[in-house]
């Protein structure tokens, strides 16, 4: 019920107006999104690698409406890699590629993603193609494919949820293309998501066993620890080196098990998002877990 009621409220584009430009809703985002300037992100960095943490840097924002956004996103995208490469700090970067303008133009978005691989290729910084609703991953994964052959730098991202994704992971693994597994966040329907929870973490369990085995420096991204657990199972099974793999987790959520994981020796990458829009992002968080409105609501009570 308050989960429907949270995703109906990410759909208003009247309260994200008001919201993303609320001094008192901005002061309640800090928990989850580093800030809105690069410099605030660029210190969360500093922060988490302070005590052993990799970071991978998202500049919110999805959907561009016109060309012109899509070339400020890409120009803020190579910013970010110069500076990350500047400070030498140990920061991939991840991105939609709607922002870049798949919407638009295929093509477009391909020079746009282009431009920024080449410009973090310098620096040696990955760049992760985040995975949005369905009706993007034959586009976004083409695209990620393209770029791999062409100059590698690119990580895809998989989502658990959805039917198609062990064939598409077996794809990307033939390619040598790196992947990052995650259970999945848009709402979709059953006849291209699996529908029940339980079903989607078997699924979860099982990819990650898989790209463990036979993937190239997978990222298993979740904060749920059964899946943790599991993963830990193969990757002792298999005797994986801590190089050739990570766990990724969102910035502010289970910090405890972002440090315990750290400390026992395995790469922890915290995925930060920055930047104005952040409306969208923060919802996707409170449907997943609405004890964080309640989170955010007595921060603002406070
Ligand atoms: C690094 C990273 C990158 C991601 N990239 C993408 C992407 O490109 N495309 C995409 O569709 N999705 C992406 N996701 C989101 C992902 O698909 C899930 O929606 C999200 O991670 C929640 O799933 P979970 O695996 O943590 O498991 P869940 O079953 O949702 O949660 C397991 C446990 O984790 C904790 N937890 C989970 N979410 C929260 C939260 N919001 N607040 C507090 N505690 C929480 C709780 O203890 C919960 O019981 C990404 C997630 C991570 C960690």
């Given at each position: 019920m308050?989960?429907?009621a949270?995703?109906?409220?990410?759909?208003?584009?009247?309260?994200?107006?008001?919201?993303?430009?609320?001094?008192?809703?901005?002061?309640?985002t800090?928990?989850?999104?580093a800030?809105?300037?690069?410099?605030?992100?660029?210190?969360?960095?500093r922060?988490?690698?302070?005590?052993?943490?990799?970071?991978?840097?998202?500049?919110?924002?999805?959907?561009?409406?016109?060309?012109?956004?899509a070339?400020?996103?890409?120009?803020?995208?190579?910013?970010?890699?110069?500076?990350?490469?500047?400070?030498?700090?140990?920061?991939?970067?991840?991105?939609k590629?709607?922002?870049?303008?798949?919407?638009?133009?295929?093509?477009l978005?391909?020079?746009?993603?282009?431009?920024?691989?080449?410009?973090a290729?310098?620096g040696?910084?990955?760049v992760?193609?985040d995975?949005?609703?369905?009706?993007?991953?034959?586009?976004?994964?083409?695209?990620?494919?393209?770029?791999?052959?062409?100059?590698?730098?690119?990580?895809?991202v998989?989502q658990?949820?959805?039917?198609?994704?062990?064939a598409?992971?077996?794809e990307?693994?033939?390619?040598?293309?790196?992947?990052r597994?995650?259970?999945?966040?848009?709402?979709?329907?059953?006849?291209?998501?699996?529908?029940?929870?339980s079903?989607?973490?078997?699924?979860?369990e099982?990819?990650?066993?898989?790209?463990?085995?036979?993937?190239?420096?997978?990222?298993?991204?979740?904060?749920?620890?059964?899946?943790i657990?599991?993963?830990?199972?193969?990757?002792q099974a298999?005797?994986?080196?801590p190089?050739?793999?990570?766990?990724?987790?969102?910035?502010?959520?289970?910090?405890?098990?972002?440090?315990?994981?750290?400390?026992?020796?395995?790469s922890?990458r915290?995925?930060?998002?920055?930047?104005?829009?952040?409306?969208?992002?923060?919802?996707?968080?409170?449907?997943?877990?609405?004890?964080?409105?309640?989170?955010?609501?007595?921060?603002l009570?406070?």
């Open positions: 308050l989960r429907s949270i995703l109906l409220a990410s759909e208003s584009q009247v309260l994200r107006g008001w919201m993303e430009r609320s001094r008192h809703a901005r002061a309640l800090r928990r989850f999104v800030g809105t300037s690069l410099e605030e992100a660029i210190s969360a960095v922060e988490l690698d302070a005590v052993g943490l990799r970071s991978s840097l998202d500049a919110l924002g999805e959907s561009v409406g016109n060309q012109d956004e070339v400020q996103a890409t120009a803020g995208y190579v910013a970010s890699v110069q500076r990350i490469a500047d400070l030498r700090l140990p920061a991939t970067i991840s991105l590629l709607t922002q870049l303008g798949l919407d638009i133009s295929p093509s978005c391909r020079q746009h993603l282009t431009q920024i691989v080449n410009a290729r310098g040696g910084i990955r992760e193609v995975m949005e609703a369905s009706v993007h991953v034959d586009a976004t994964l083409e695209l990620v494919h393209a770029v791999h052959r062409a100059s590698g730098g690119v990580r895809a998989i658990a949820y959805l039917h198609r994704s062990e598409d992971i077996h990307l693994n033939r390619a040598g293309v790196p992947v597994l995650c259970k999945g966040a848009y709402k979709e329907g059953p006849r291209v998501a699996i529908a029940r929870k079903d989607v973490d078997a699924n979860f099982r990819l990650a066993a898989l790209l463990l085995r036979e993937g190239k420096e997978p990222a298993i991204a979740t904060h749920d620890e059964r899946m657990r599991s993963a830990l199972d193969v990757i298999e005797k994986l080196n190089a050739c793999y990570e766990f990724q987790m969102l910035y502010g959520i289970r910090r405890d098990l972002q440090a315990r994981l750290a400390g026992d020796g395995h922890v915290i995925y930060i998002p920055y930047g104005d829009a952040w409306y969208p992002y923060l919802m996707r968080r409170m449907a997943e877990r609405p004890a964080n409105l309640l989170f955010v609501l007595r921060n009570i406070g």
